[in-house]
């Protein structure tokens, strides 16, 4: 008897650490019902929806490299660059947007396999590397456009994404929690998804079974370039003017939110699923001290109060188990 309810406990313990994100955010939803029945609104929930994603879906690919052990901290810069390139190549022309989407998703991927062959042939840390490509991305978009706002968004384009099906659910919503389910289908169902947590759980295991982990590094890093290319995309059909600066700081947010959500910097956990679930809990908390009508500055601190907070009983629940 002992022994079954030692092992039922156990098997509670992993079942709260594996959804413990998922309890964080029901938990901070229905803080924020009780704050403002606003978020009992179906017209506002999506929007805060469609707020959070551009930086929801460039923490999906972000996700994929942090499941493997290593990190992406250019994904702002990649963000801005991919941005101002779609808003240039379009040049106010609906004959452009196709191809104006198809070069920034281009140039996103593009980066992120520099990142991926960098990393998998030198030693140096991806936190350094990146955090380096970043800097260099961010001087070439300066270039690029020459330090001011270039490109017309195309007519019709914004309009595209921000109209609401319905009245109620706006088309980037819709687009962001697509790419959601399909970065979910890749992590679970595909052969690539199951080797990046053998590589991040167990490098040395995953390199005597003959796994080609240079070649799963590349290809994790230059999904997190894309989904960046298609967060600038997203970016720029939410906010409709280019900015050379419309990315910068959004890999603190993207980290958070992957982190959050029980990708750890170590590798070998977490998902998709949870990190669509940490951005929740970020884009909700900040709406709450939005709504709260404190100045912005001070929002940033109650909403990095949220996130150490937040985190903490995360971790609580996962040392249980």
Known sequence: MTAFAASHR???????????????????????????????VP?????????????????????????LGG???????????????????????????????????AAGAAIGTINGIAVALTRVSPFVLTLGTGVAVLGLTQIYSGGTARGIVAPGFREVFN???????????????????????????????????????NRRAAHLSGLSMARVTILAYALSGLFGGFAGIALLARSGVSNTLSGQGLEFQVLAAVVLGGTTFEGGRGGVAGTIAGILVLVIAFNLVNISGLPYHMQLVVMGTIIIVASAVYGQISARS
Do not use: H, K, W
């Not at 289908?185 to 947590?197: E, I, S």
């Open 163 to 201: 109209y609401r099906i319905g009245d109620v659910v706006p088309v980037l919503a819709i687009a962001f929690l697509a790419l959601a389910v399909l970065g979910l289908l890749v992590q679970r169902f595909t052969v690539f998804g199951r080797q990046l947590f053998l590589i991040g759980s």
């Open 10 to 40: 156990e098997v509670a313990a992993q079942l709260m650490s594996r959804y413990a994100i998922f309890i964080v955010l029901v938990l901070v939803y229905f803080l924020a019902v009780a704050i403002s029945d606003a978020f009992l």
């Open 43 to 67: 017209t506002y929930i999506f929007n805060v929806v469609r707020q959070v994603a551009p930086v929801g879906i460039a923490a999906i690919g972000v996700t994929y490299v942090m499941i």
């Open 71 to 105: 990190v992406d901290l250019s994904i702002g810069a990649v963000i801005s660059l991919t941005s101002v390139l779609c808003a240039v190549q379009m040049n106010g022309d609906q004959a452009n947007v196709a191809m104006a989407i198809a070069i920034s998703c």
